[in-house]
Every structure is written in C-alpha cells, then in structure tokens.
C-alpha cells in the first residue's frame, strides 16, 4: 500500500501539466457521464426545399455536465474514440434515437427519419450490427427509418472490412449517407466503393453561396453527379435564405441548418414541425 501510495504521488507530480490532468478529470467525467445519465440527444430537422416538409431529422448528441454545462461532441467525442468510451455512448446514441422515434410515433408527431453519426470505433465493434438491428427491434422501428452516417476517414480505415459492413447493413434496410461530402482526398472513388444512399454535401461548400463563385462550381458539379448516379442530396449547414433558393434550384433533396432550425431537445421537436409547415 505504500509502494502504491508512492506512485500515485509520483504520477501526478512528475512530468505533467495541468492539460494533462486536465484531460484526466474529463476522461473520469466521461466515464460517469452515461451512468449518470448527463447525454441528451438533439435533433436537427432536414427538409424538402420545394414544400418544406420534414423528410427527417439528424441526431446530436450533448453533454449536460453539472459544473461545465452543455458540452459540444466537438469537446468529448474525440476523447470518447482515443478511450473507446465511444463504442458505449454510440450503443446508446442508437437506441435512444430509435426509442425517440417510438415516443414522437406514439404522440402522432410525425418524423419519418432519424440519422445517427457513428465513429471510426464503433466501426471496429463485431457486434456493430447487432447492436443497430437490436436497437430497432427494441424500439419496434423500421430499419428504413434509420440513416446512419459516415465519414470518408472512417470507410477508408479498413476499406475492405468497411464495405462488408455496410452490406449488412444495408441488408438490414438501414439507409447509409457520407458525412463531410467533398471534404476527404478521395471523395469520387468512395461512391464506387461504398454502396452509399445518401451524400451529405459539406457546410464549407454551402458558405459561400451563392457570391462565391468556386462555390457555386463546386455545389453545382457535387449535386449534378449525385443526381446522375441517383443519390439523395442533402445539404447542411444552411443559414441564409440565398443558400437555401440556390440549393433548391440546383436540384438538392434536403436541406439542413440555422435557416430552418439548430438542433432541438426531443420535447421541442413537434412546436418546429408547426413552425415550419405554416412558413
Ligand atoms: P456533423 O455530423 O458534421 O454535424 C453537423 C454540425 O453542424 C453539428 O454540430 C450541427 O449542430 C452544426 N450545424 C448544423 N446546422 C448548422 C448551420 O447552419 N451552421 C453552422 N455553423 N453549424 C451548423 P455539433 O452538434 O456541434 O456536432 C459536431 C460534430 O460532432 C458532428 O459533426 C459529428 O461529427 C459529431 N457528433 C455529434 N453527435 C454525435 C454522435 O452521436 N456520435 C458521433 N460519433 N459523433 C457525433
Ligand atoms: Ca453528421
Ligand atoms: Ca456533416
Ligand atoms: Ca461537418
């Protein structure tokens, strides 16, 4: 016990700064966050841009720590991929979703679909899709209900095992969309390799329509390919009015962003709907 005592006295004092005990307070933090129950999910609607009609929405997730506040996933999900704390929280971002979609279907609130974000880990775990189809069956969801979404990074991992993975879901009648579209270094040889359904086009190609013209080359040639090859195109990180007009009239499926709605707590989900089906 004194040789233990020892050491822990030596690891805190040795070579480490506050960032790193830092970091360790919040890795604990995170440790006791789901046991605690201190995740909340938010919810982004996605629109059609003709009629405004909810098609869906995606899945946010936040952290309501006591002292700290409401923490961005941009602050903790890096830190829950390194720890693998991840594949936990992913569990249970899934079937809280799918169990939200049940809750909104009870109370005659209509959301016809509901997107989740996975991580590179969670892509490892073997019980990926079992863990999605039993989250579904718990829920009593259609699996056609769910949009999981990808990134370039993650499917470029381990290419191969990736695409086995993908077809099971698909066999599964999850729909598929990659995240951050145009952003990766091989974004066009992806939709070859992957069999995607959807193809989120990054929030850094919306910014600068319609001024900017790169942007518009590149929103343009993104969206007209993805038609041709017959994906659904959604758009995010839609903020103005011109974005959405030069969207709609290139021929985006759904639109995604501050214009419409930020992501909403679960309860404030139905007063949106109403929002936007009369503007
Ligand atoms: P993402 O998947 O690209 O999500 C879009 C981000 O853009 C969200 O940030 C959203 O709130 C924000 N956003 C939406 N509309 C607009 C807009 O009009 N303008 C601007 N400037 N931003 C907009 P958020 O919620 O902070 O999430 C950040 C990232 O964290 C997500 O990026 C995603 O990669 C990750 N994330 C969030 N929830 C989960 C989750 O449940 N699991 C995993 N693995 N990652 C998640
Ligand atoms: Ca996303
Ligand atoms: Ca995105
Ligand atoms: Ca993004």
Redesign the pocket.
Known sequence: AKEQGKNTFQFFNADMNSQTVERLLLENALRQALEKGEFELHYQPQLSPLRGELLGV?TLIRWRHPQLGLVSPVRFIPLAEETGLIKQIGAWVLREACLQMARWDAQGVHVPRVAV?LSARQFEQADLVSMIDGALEAAGIDASRLEV?LTESLLMQKPEEAVLVLRQLKALGVTLAL?DFGTGYSSLSMLKRFPLDTLKIDRSFVEGLPGDDDSVAIAQAIVAMARKLRYTVVAEGVETAAQSAFLRDNGCNALQGYLFSRPLPAAELPACIDRLAVA
């Open positions: 995606e974000n979404e995240d």
